[in-house]
């Protein structure tokens, strides 16, 4: 290794990290001057590009964590101080994963991750696992947001149905599977990456929630080129530093019509001549979309 190395982190935990440096992963720990810096977020995460030195034959050292280009976050569950919760860094796209069957898809989840994504500019892919499980009516609300421009991909990873188009979205990307636990990330991820077995858990019977499977964020090489993260399954997830005056922008359907906005601080809930209100009784917007437009901002202001 020569004095300043770089690497992508695939693995963190406990002060140390493991960094991939072409076709070989070494363990490194952080320098301590890094860990002592104040900071409001976390120090190193997957995805995140590191500077490595190695001080003696036994030692690699995290000497730098390179400026993110974009990641995914949340804000750190609980009621203690905020502080921004990174679960993958330099994130090309997310695949937000929800399933049919149980657990049943929730919108407002599904919206949240999408105004992350936005905010992040990371593209959004909308992957319904559980295909087999597919009823009637099933597909109804798909419309909407296919209307909006959100790719939608119907998948199964019991059966492999839509695993291919799947995988063709996967490469030389750095992707990441978020969403619910017991949608199936892991067994999908099991397919892709065969040889991988990540623990998988059933739906509780009784909530008809998943017990959450995935302990640490790992990030995982394809075979084809790009890489794949697999993090914890998120229940509690608030958007972190989300401006409320760039909320509308992160609703692409809301955004289209700012400008024709009577005035341009709009919060587009109770002024007279908003364009997007008036989009909304024409039918132009779709309902429960705005209605989490409301939400999120009252969440933001509140």
Same mark, same amino acid.
């Given at each position: 290794?020569s004095e300043?190395?770089?690497?992508?982190?695939?693995?963190?935990?406990?002060?140390?990290?493991?960094? &991939?440096?072409?076709d070989?992963i070494?363990?490194?720990? +952080?320098?301590? !001057?890094?860990?002592?810096?104040? !900071?409001?977020?976390?120090?190193?995460?997957?995805?995140?590009?590191?500077?490595?030195?190695?001080?003696?034959?036994?030692?690699?050292?995290?000497?730098?964590?390179?400026?993110?280009?974009?990641?995914?976050?949340? !804000?750190? @569950?609980?009621?203690?101080?905020n502080?921004e919760?990174?679960?993958?860094?330099?994130?090309?796209?997310?695949l937000i994963t929800f399933?049919? #069957?149980?657990?049943?898809?929730?919108?407002?989840?599904?919206?949240?991750?999408?105004?992350?994504?936005?905010?992040?500019?990371?593209?959004?892919?909308?992957?319904?696992?559980? *295909?087999?499980?597919r009823?009637?009516?099933?597909?109804? /609300?798909?419309?909407?947001?296919e209307?909006?421009?959100?790719?939608?991909?119907?998948?199964?990873?019991?059966?492999?149905?839509?695993?291919?188009? +799947? #995988?063709e979205?996967?490469?030389?990307?750095?992707s990441?599977?978020?969403?619910?636990? #017991?949608?199936?990330?892991?067994?999908l991820i099991?397919?892709?990456v065969?040889?991988l077995?990540?623990?998988?858990?059933s739906?509780?019977?009784?909530?008809?929630?998943? &017990?959450?499977?995935t302990?640490?964020a790992?990030?995982?090489?394809l075979?084809?080129g #790009?890489?794949?993260a697999?993090?914890?399954?998120?229940?509690?997830?608030?958007t /972190?530093?989300? @401006?409320?005056?760039d909320l509308?922008? $992160?609703?692409?359907?809301?955004?289209?019509? &700012?400008?024709? $906005?009577?005035?341009r601080? $709009?919060?587009?809930?109770?002024e007279?001549?908003?364009?997007?209100?008036? *989009? +909304?009784?024409?039918?132009?917007?779709?309902?429960?979309?705005?209605?989490?437009?409301? !939400?999120?901002?009252?969440?933001?202001?509140?």
């Open positions: 290794m300043t190395t770089e690497g992508l982190v695939v693995r963190s935990t406990a002060g140390f990290v493991d960094v &991939r440096l072409d070989s070494v363990q490194a720990r +952080l320098r301590g !001057r890094l860990k002592n810096t104040p !900071r409001t977020t976390d120090l190193c995460v997957i995805g995140d590009h590191v500077l490595l030195s190695r001080p003696d034959e036994r030692s690699v050292v995290v000497e730098k964590v390179l400026p993110r280009r974009s990641r995914f976050s949340r !804000r750190q @569950p609980g009621k203690g101080p502080k919760d990174v679960l993958v860094a330099n994130l090309d796209q997310l399933c049919h #069957g149980r657990p049943v898809l929730k919108t407002r989840l599904l919206d949240r991750f999408l105004v992350i994504a936005e905010h992040q500019r990371v593209q959004p892919i909308i992957v319904m696992n559980k *295909a087999d499980l009823e009637p009516g099933d597909g109804a /609300w798909q419309r909407a947001y209307s909006i421009g959100y790719p939608i991909l119907t998948v199964s990873a019991g059966t492999g149905q839509g695993l291919e188009a +799947l #995988g979205v996967l490469q030389d990307k750095i990441a599977f978020v969403g619910p636990s #017991g949608v199936g990330k892991s067994s099991n397919r892709i065969p040889g077995d990540l623990d998988i858990a739906v509780s019977d009784h909530h008809g929630k998943g &017990r959450h499977t302990r640490v790992s990030l995982h090489a075979a084809g #790009g890489f794949l697999d993090t914890p399954g998120i229940r509690e997830l608030a /972190w530093a989300l @401006p409320v005056n509308d922008q $992160c609703f692409p359907e809301l955004s289209s019509y &700012r400008m024709q $906005c009577a005035f601080s $709009c919060s587009h809930t109770h007279p001549g908003c364009a997007v209100v008036d *989009a +909304l009784n024409e039918g132009d917007i779709d309902p429960g979309r705005y209605e989490s437009y409301v !939400r999120l901002r009252e969440e933001a202001t509140g």
